[in-house]
């Protein structure tokens, strides 16, 4: 008798042990969502960001820029550290170019052409829906930017 209750009590502390295992294995599925991304604003150019649909900070820096028609300011844009700043100064550049309203010198011409061909990475959006990483090349190039018709809209309102 102390045999059979002795492999009783095996008997079930190996089935509590395996469904403890079960239960474990279960709890190690679950999978947590990825750490939300954080976008810095240096990098951003965006005309309707987020729930408030505002312009990113370089936006606003470069029409404050274009407003008070400081083009010796813009100019030194095309040089900046903020690859958002640098893209925005060589499309105000190349417009105001352009229209015969600043003349670029040979250096700000070769500098045009480096950012035209960077790999430096911005941060585009429109609202909370639609957001993309690019670089400065693929700003120029790509049909991937879906911000370059509301570029256009924004040069041609800021430069009349």
Do not use: R
């Not at 502390?13 to 190690?28: D, M």
């Not at 352009?98 to 003349?103: A, G, L, N």
């Not at 070769?110 to 960077?118: C, F, Y």
């Not at 990483?133 to 120029?140: D, I, S, V």
């Amino acid at each position: 008798m102390k045999q059979i209750l002795f492999l009783f009590t095996v008997f079930i502390a190996f089935s509590c042990q395996k469904q403890q295992e079960k239960n474990n294995a279960k709890v190690n599925i679950v999978k947590l969502p990825p750490p939300p991304k954080v976008i810095d604003e240096k990098t951003l150019v965006g005309f309707a960001c987020y729930h408030a649909g505002s312009k990113s900070k370089p936006v606003k820096k470069i029409s404050e820029i274009l407003k008070s028609k400081n083009y010796i300011t813009l100019k030194v844009k095309l040089y900046d550290v903020s690859p958002a700043e640098k893209y925005l100064a060589t499309v105000a550049c190349e417009k105001l170019e352009t229209k015969k309203i600043i003349k670029l010198t040979e250096k700000e011409f070769a500098q045009i052409k480096i950012n035209k061909a960077s790999e430096e990475k911005v941060n585009i959006c429109s609202g909370c829906t639609n957001e993309e990483e690019l670089t400065l090349k693929q700003m120029f190039t790509s049909e991937d930017n879906f911000l370059a018709d509301s570029v256009e809209e924004w040069i041609n309102e800021m430069i009349k």
